[in-house]
């Protein structure tokens, strides 16, 4: 298989949607999930693995722990050194799951770093535990899924080719092969793959229903295929951040991951709508939750330091206007700031390579005298910032002045842009 190299730069710069929709009212959405418990177990997770260099299972679950956090750099970090420790199914599909968050806009499909974790996966199960092959070929299913999502069919078709190479009769492996042919508008090809999946169902199931959910799944949308139902492209639904060209240079080594370069900064992309993202120049140390809606997408940060110390709640929503003022927002959010004991400072410009952004900062004197029930945060800064047609605001709260923090912030609305993904 023909493997892409990873991205030196991120995707051109999307046109607006040709539809925008109307303006949105965040503050009355559920904002991203909270970090508190995430950043806690992860904590933890980084002291077992410490005190245990050569404990598979802590460097394993370490991994996970940061993959969910999109701490991607170092989940990779961590991944190859499990992997040194023992090779293994496990610990190559954990690789491969690190390395195909971190690889998210190939510009020739299949990340190359997971699908050469995803072989070694394979090999490792076919010799050494022949009851993981099922998960060895949904490892290649779900490479070629993203493919699929970024409109990259004939990698996606190779992928799915290697996954019937190890299981001819599972299901799922021709029903997605249907639905990337009839996504490529290959609707005859489509319907006889989805035909020989339900024919794979009928077999382990005959004359019924399957009890099992997923099967049951497979089967309703293989037979919509064959009833010549159109199959859309699944939108991008998950990302990471774009992993250095150095990580692909050599595979793993015993001593060499742990000497891994971490940068102090990578650069993250957030699904918004199906067919746009947005990057973000973040502390790679920095740990994220996102939930997009169809009102806005609401994106929470924080540092190992945890929540507790300083929050960044960043929120991203389109707007109708065409003639939309930026500081005029960024003024009204300024007023709505002022109260008896808070100190808000004037309103600042902040240069983007699209153009300006607005923020002010302000602390809470009054913030010792409150109940227990009031923000645990002192300090503020806001800032609006405008991509057309999304408006970006964002707020860190801390508990204390944090420049570091601030300045990062900064940097991330600096770096913020919107691209398209092209199918």
Not at 85 to 96: D, P, Q, V, Y
Not at 144 to 169: K, N
Not at 228 to 235: L, N, Q
Not at 260 to 285: C, E, H, K, W, Y
Request: with cysteine; charged share 20%; glycine share 4%.
């Amino acid at each position: 298989m023909a493997c892409a190299t990873a991205p030196k730069a991120p995707p051109p710069t999307a046109p607006p949607p040709a539809k925008t929709q109307a303006p949105a009212t965040p503050m009355q959405e559920e904002g991203a999930p909270n970090l508190r418990a995430a950043l806690a177990a992860l904590e933890k997770a980084e002291a077992d693995a410490l005190v245990a260099p050569n404990d598979v299972a802590a460097w394993s679950h370490l991994t996970v722990l940061l993959r969910q956090a999109y701490r991607t750099q170092e989940a990779a970090r961590a991944a190859w050194h499990a992997v040194e420790l023992e090779s293994s199914f496990a610990t190559w599909t954990n690789l491969g799951n690190v390395l195909a968050q971190g690889d998210v806009f190939m510009s020739m499909g299949g990340a190359m770093g997971a699908f050469q974790a995803f072989k070694m996966a394979a090999r490792e199960a076919k010799a050494k535990e022949p009851a993981r092959v099922d998960a060895a070929s949904r490892n290649f299913l779900n490479l070629s899924y993203r493919d699929l999502q970024m409109g990259h069919d004939d990698q996606a078709l190779e992928l799915i080719a290697l996954a019937e190479a190890l299981t001819p009769q599972m299901p799922l492996v021709h029903y997605d092969k249907a639905r990337v042919l009839a996504a490529s508008d290959r609707q005859v090809d489509a319907k006889t793959a989805a035909q020989k999946s339900l024919d794979l169902i009928a077999a382990l199931t005959p004359n019924q229903t399957p009890t099992d959910a997923s099967l049951a799944q497979v089967q309703k949308a293989a037979s919509e295929l064959v009833q010549g139902k159109p199959a859309s492209r699944p939108p991008l639904d998950d990302a990471g951040e774009t992993l250095p060209e150095r990580f692909w240079e050599k595979p793993p080594e015993r001593g060499q991951a742990l000497n891994l370069q971490i940068d102090r900064a990578s650069a993250r992309f957030i699904p918004l709508v199906p067919g746009i993202a947005m990057r973000l120049q973040t502390p790679t140390n920095w740990a994220h939750s996102f939930r997009a809606t169809d009102k806005a997408v609401h994106l929470r940060m924080a540092s190992p330091a945890g929540e507790g110390r300083f929050l960044v709640q960043i929120t991203l929503f389109p707007v109708a206007r065409e003639n939309f003022n930026l500081k005029e927002a960024a003024v009204a959010g300024r007023h709505g700031a002022q109260a008896p004991d808070t100190e808000v400072g004037p309103l600042l410009p902040l240069e983007r390579k699209d153009g300006l952004a607005f923020y002010f900062e302000a602390v809470d004197n009054g913030h010792a005298t409150r109940t227990a029930t009031a923000s645990p945060y002192k300090h503020l800064v806001q800032l609006f910032a405008y991509a057309r047609p999304f408006v970006f605001s964002a707020t860190l709260l801390s508990k204390r002045p944090d420049d570091e923090v601030k300045d990062a912030m900064l940097e991330m609305i600096r770096s913020f842009e919107i691209f398209r993904v092209e199918p």
